[in-house]
């Protein structure tokens, strides 16, 4: 299967590492795409190699062909993952915004593409109206989530906003 790999923002960005190694291991070609934000979590280096394919950060890296990387991705997608999933992509998917090659990937996916969102942010962020709002937007729009699990957060705080377990998304994947 082609599976595009998103990655936003979030200190659990370093998940998505075992997330792409584990999908390489079942035979998945895996094309990863990372917000700049996600950068400052993990290079794309690191899964560059773990999924032996470039990683799209920016428009501007799809200069080696006339056709945008970005199309083809989209094309090419038997699944699209984001994991994790930022309030704020969350919130660009949801109102059909795309600064950037994850969310134009995203717009750009035929409608029959699956589509998998494992959302990890801070619990408040979570709950805020606003982002369940776009939650809604996206389930209706055919999204699939799986997560936040409930537990200790990165900000200190302790309730719903963690990444799902690596397996759990995993799980998703083979239904």
């Known amino acids: ?10 200190i659990a960005a370093y998940k998505a590492a075992d ?25 794309p280096l690191t899964l560059q190699t773990l999924t032996r394919q470039p990683v799209l ?15 083809e991705l989209a094309d090419q997608a038997d699944l699209f993952i984001v ?9 660009q998917f949801a109102n059909g915004l795309s600064p950037d090659p994850l ?18 942010m801070n619990g408040k962020m979570w709950l805020h109206p ?23 957060l990165a900000c200190g705080y302790e309730g719903t906003g963690r990444l799902a377990a690596v397996e759990e998304i995993l799980g998703q994947i083979l239904d």
């Open 1 to 10: 299967m082609n599976i595009v790999l998103g990655i936003s923002g979030s």
């Open 19 to 43: 997330l792409a190694s584990q999908l390489v291991k079942q035979g998945h070609e895996v094309h990863v795409v990372m917000t700049r934000a996600a950068t400052e979590f993990i290079t």
């Open 57 to 71: 950060v920016s428009l501007e890296d799809e200069k080696q062909s006339w056709k945008p990387g970005h199309i």
């Open 83 to 91: 994991a994790p999933a930022s309030a704020n992509i969350i919130g």
């Open 103 to 120: 969310s134009s990937i995203y717009m750009a996916l035929p409608r029959t593409t699956p589509v998998l969102i494992a959302p990890a």
């Open 130 to 152: 606003a982002n369940q709002r776009n939650v809604e937007r996206l389930k209706e729009d055919g999204c699939r989530f799986v997560g936040p699990a409930e537990g200790d």
